[in-house]
């Protein structure tokens, strides 16, 4: 199938410190992706490039395009029909992403009026249906309600109803759940797939969360010091992670049925962006690094050719180096 | 909301009646109108005979209330230096003062608001570090240095506008501009902070996100919020406005309250001051009101607070 978005090496650079170091990354229509990684590794960077929602102060270079137009740099006007258009983001924290001085009927009719060209009253009508959509009680009620006056919950499901009124190709959710109660967490992330299945909207999650993304998703690409380290299919991500960052990453969640030890931790942190090795982002923090490492960037290889999953270690693909040496 | 209004007309009750007492005693505690208003070679009886008459002779609490049970029966005395009222010696003059304030709030709200805005929507460019360098000097600058600097340049140097008096609208644009100058530099700093504040918040990026066009975001999202804030310190700067206008009055030689305030003050003509001071008091609880209430117009999470939901 034909890829939807094709981003491809697509560079961030904030006051010359760079934050995405060049990212390559198809969607297809109706897929969910899944982007896993640390605070600060690229993932909500992207999207914001990809939208121009960064400031001006961010240089960016590569390229973004969504069913073959290039949507970097490219004119406000089209970017406004694009944005919430053909592709909508939610965000982390609902209540602050939220206009706190205008009512939810307001704020999802500005979006209907915007891309569909609703007059008031068909908006209106709409946005009540919207909120019914994703699970809001009483919608008629709540149209005239402020921010405030709902719960965490309720504001990401308005803010979602809010994404869904431009009917878009793709959704964006950059760490949906992360400011919501552990049960609401399970019924938006339901609330999500649920739509996602009915529409035949592109699924974006990012999360930290390696559980809700192998859970909704069917890929997953992790990112580390704005690389992408490794793709793979979201079912190989507890059985089969390739890169050595991906296992770390795994290995520091607690299981609940093993016997009690210590957790793990990857050593180290995450570097500075500025101060990032040539070569491998990950290397200086990693048990297996040797010499060739860090000298020279690591592309992204499937793994025994197997092009679904891919990995950007010397050490999973293709051919093992040879002489392998652990640097002191 | 009823139970808000009662409150604040409550409090502003008790603020007045706080502005009176001290007014009161600090008047009489500073100095003797009978020294003050007659001459020196006034004889002591007569010095006596004025001070049976306008009750100084007694002692402090019972000047105080008698003075408490005649202001509550709205009478404020008269004014020791022509016997008029009090209250017609100062009401005359209340419109020749808002000839100045009302164009200088104008001029505030005008020039202040709409350069932070641009400052802030321009942000680090030369035009925001140009309109902040103005608005520095404009509110370090003191009103009454501002006003000479005004009058050698535009009055003495360039004839083009008198340089002091009250008469034509040419009379008016030197102290209008010195006294909305000052409070537009102050509110041109509080809008641009206030805004960027609003800028860098998570619903400004989403509305973004959503399609919404640059300019609507602008309008329709940040400016509603950044209102509130702004209309904390509009209320802040009319109360630097009537202190403002004392001073300009003085340098302008202006007729209004200011002038009538620094006369009265210094021949110490009691009823007059205590009905200047009760006047302002006055007018800055109206303000503080209004403004209490355009804050719930403006913020739906402080209307609730009042209702009493959530």
Redesign the interface.
Known sequence: MEALLQIAGLRVAFGGVPTLRGIDLTLRRGESLGMVGESGCGKSVTWLAALGLLTGRAKITGSVRLAGEELLHAPASRLDKVRGGQIAMIFQDPASALNPVRTVSDQISEALRLHRSMDHRTAVAEARRLLDQVGIPDAARRLGAYPHELSGGQNQRVMIAMALAGQPDILIADEPTTALDVTIQAQILELLRQIQRETDMALVLISHDLGVVSEVCERVVVLYGGHIVEELPACRLFDQPAHPYTRGLLAALPSLDAPRQRLFAIPGVVPNAAELPPGCPFAPRCDRRIGRCSEWAIELAPLDGDIRHRAACLHVTSEPPAGEVAAA | MARFIAVRLARALLTIAIVVTFAFVVLRASGDPARALLSPETPAEAVEAFRRAWGLDAPLWVQYARYLFAVVHGDLGQSMRDGRSAIVVVAERIPVTLMLTVPALILNLLIGIPAGIYAALKRDSIADRLVMMVAVVGFTVPSFVLGLVFVLAFAVELPWFPSGGAGGWQHLVLPVITLGLGGAAVLARFSRSAMLEVLG???I??????????PRVVT??AL??AA?AVLTIVGFMVGNLIAGTVLVESVFSWPGIGSLLVVSVASRDLAVVQCILLVVAAAMITTNVTIDLLYGM????LR?LRSGR?
């Open positions: 918040q998570p619903y990026r989403a509305a973004s996100a959503k399609g919404v066009p640059w329709g999202h509603p919020n509130i403006l913020d739906p999470r609730d959530r």
